[in-house]
């Protein structure tokens, strides 16, 4: 019996968020998340809720449900731009990551839900990135794009285990990422000259150890009552975090192959409903799609005044020549 999604709910402060050049580390205060090597009195990039913290629970807060309010939030998230207005934006609308959460038991912290450590926020895209670039690969079959991103992995790994030297080339510009590499090393079963159907077996390997790996102790399930008077029972993915629950709208996109695709109008992602009608396919809503038709039918119509003929503004428009001429007339 599969489980569902429970239907998490999470929240975002109203006053908004900050970017913090701040040292949390001191005395104590040990938050999880803090960088390897960065010790008390190092100030390192935090985002933070804004607003005083004495007056923290005076803070107003919004409720809402990213996987049910935006069903492309892991691709959202993954596009990203690590730097402060891209992670100060997201957290504007979306809220903290919840990846404080993952602290080690007894460990005092000074903001509990206020304060998030921005390396523990590029960890999480740069992963979710690389995820999602296998994966469109493989989708698209892409074998070409696949072999050019996989190919300098495999043979860093391969160069590593026969002892030669891995600081060279394409070699030295993965170097950074170490844990990919680390996984590479890690399966000396993938052979040097692959075919287009083993380039994509290693992707979708590669996809689901990162996926496996974040979702890891962030989603648990649980029993809970659907209907507590009637003692009916579901089995849910509960997720943690505003991370967990990225993580698994992204594995539940893997797992059922779900489609997704760019609104022409607003460039955002929406998730194609197969079952709709095709005219829905290129726009994320019915608001973008009516503002897309009503830019189309302006430009024919500035077209028009400059002396274009009907028939080059339709060739032009991708439309055809009584519909356009249709929209001039309307303005007449
Ligand atoms: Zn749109």
């Not at 409720?63 to 402060?84: G, K, M, Q």
């Not at 460039?267 to 290129?282: G, P, Q």
Request: aromatic share 12%.
């Amino acid at each position: 019996m599969p489980g569902e999604i429970f239907d998490f709910e999470w929240f975002v402060h109203n006053e908004g968020y900050n970017w913090l050049e701040a040292d949390f580390s001191l005395d104590t205060v040990a938050p999880v998340g803090l960088p390897e090597g960065v010790g008390a009195g190092e100030s390192i990039p935090w985002i933070t809720v804004a607003g005083e913290p004495s007056s923290l629970s005076l803070l107003s807060r919004r409720r809402y449900y990213p996987l049910r309010d935006h069903s492309c939030l892991f691709r959202v998230f993954a596009e990203t731009a690590i730097d402060p207005r891209g992670i100060v934006a997201f957290a504007d609308r979306y809220g903290l990551l919840g990846v404080e959460l993952e602290s080690a038991p007894g460990r005092a912290r000074p903001f509990i839900g206020t304060a998030e450590p921005i390396s523990a926020w590029e960890r999480e895209i740069l992963s979710i990135r690389n995820a999602l670039v296998l994966w469109d690969m493989v989708n698209e079959e892409d074998d070409q794009a696949l072999e050019r991103y996989l190919r300098p992995y495999v043979e860093a790994a391969k160069s590593d285990m026969e002892g030669g030297d891995a600081s060279t080339g394409d070699i030295a510009a993965i170097a950074a990422s170490a844990g990919e590499l680390r996984w590479f090393r890690t399966r000396p079963e993938i052979p040097e000259q692959f075919t287009s159907g083993q380039l994509r077996q290693i992707a979708l390997s590669r996809v689901q150890a990162i996926v496996n790996e974040h979702l890891g102790s962030r989603v648990s399930p649980r029993i809970l009552w659907d209907d507590y008077q009637r003692g009916s029972w579901g089995l849910y993915f509960v997720p943690d975090s505003l991370a967990g629950a990225i993580w698994i709208q992204f594995a539940q996109a893997i797992t059922e192959n779900r489609d997704y695709r760019r609104c022409r109008q607003c460039d955002s992602w929406f998730e194609i409903d197969h079952y709709k009608a095709r005219t829905n396919r290129y726009f994320c809503s019915n608001a973008c799609r009516s503002k897309a038709y009503r830019e189309r039918q302006q430009e024919a119509r500035n077209l028009a005044s400059t002396g274009m003929s009907v028939g080059d503004i339709a060739i032009k428009l991708g439309s055809d020549e009584e519909t356009v001429a249709r929209w001039i007339r309307q303005q007449a």
